[in-house]
T-cell receptor, first 113, second 113 residues
Framework: DAGVIQSPRHEVTEMGQEVTLRCKPISGHNSLFWYRQTMMRGLELLIYFNNNVPIDDSGMPEDRFSAKMPNASFSTLKIQPSEPRDSAVYFC???????????FGSGTRLTVV | GDSVTQMEGPVTLSEEAFLTINCTYTATGYPSLFWYVQYPGEGLQLLLKATKADDKGSNKGFEATYRKETTSFHLEKGSVQVSDSAVYFCALRGSSNTGKLIFGQGTTLQVKP
């Protein structure tokens, strides 16, 4: 099993540009989570999906952020337009809804200059 | 709402010292409790878990006991190694069974030879 796969690993972009982060969950997992990690705020849950349906997006900072899960094997997190304060490591994680543990991807380090 | 509070770090220990990282929680019902570990440049990995009161989770020499009376889940290890240097996160999954994990702020452990 390849685990949760995130791409890209690193992204540097200019303020105002659109950024798209990608995630492939573990096959068979039906829950997917997007987290953001910064030194100041720690780990923040942005949004999560069960069976491809968004369940709770209350952690999405503002309308510039959007997330989709068109099928069970792919999800995207989009920031448009990006701002320097969006610089962080973004993690995707997946799990079985009835299970107790998450499997995290290696993260995407986003730098907005 | 549900929340997790961890002791502030960093925690600096010499090799073979005893480790305790405190974690307390606030939750309704009967949450499940977890410890995750994050090594530099990587995603979080599940270290151990406990799903009901008085359960003890253990893995790789680490232990934590679910204490409902004190709402605590402290992480312990009898003899730390340099390779244990990482950030440790306490987390809970509420009894609503949504699959959503709530993380503490993380505690950095540095072990010196």
């Amino acid at each position: 099993d390849a685990g949760v796969i995130q791409s890209p690993r690193h992204e540097v972009t200019e303020m105002g540009q659109e950024v798209t982060l990608r995630c492939k969950p573990i096959s068979g997992h039906n829950s997917l989570f997007w987290y953001r990690q910064t030194m100041m705020r720690g780990l923040e849950l942005l949004i999560y999906f069960n069976n491809n349906v968004p369940i709770d997006d209350s952690g999405m900072p503002e309308d510039r952020f959007s997330a989709k899960m068109p099928n069970a094997s792919f999800s995207t997190l989009k920031i448009q337009p990006s701002e320097p304060r969006d610089s962080a490591v973004y993690f995707c994680a997946s799990s079985l809804q009835t299970d107790y543990g998450y499997t995290f991807g290696s993260g995407t380090r986003l730098t907005v200059v | 709402g549900d929340s997790v509070t961890q002791m502030e770090g960093p925690v600096t220990l010499s090799e073979e010292a005893f480790l305790t990282i405190n974690c307390t929680y606030t939750a309704t019902g009967y949450p499940s409790l977890f410890w995750y570990v994050q090594y530099p440049g990587e995603g979080l990995q599940l270290l151990l878990k406990a799903t009901k009161a008085d359960d003890k989770g253990s893995n790789k020499g680490f232990e934590a006991t679910y204490r409902k009376e004190t709402t605590s889940f402290h992480l312990e290890k009898g003899s730390v190694q340099v390779s244990d240097s990482a950030v440790y996160f306490c987390a809970l999954r509420g009894s609503s069974n949504t699959g959503k994990l709530i993380f503490g702020q993380g505690t950095t452990l540095q072990v010196k030879p």
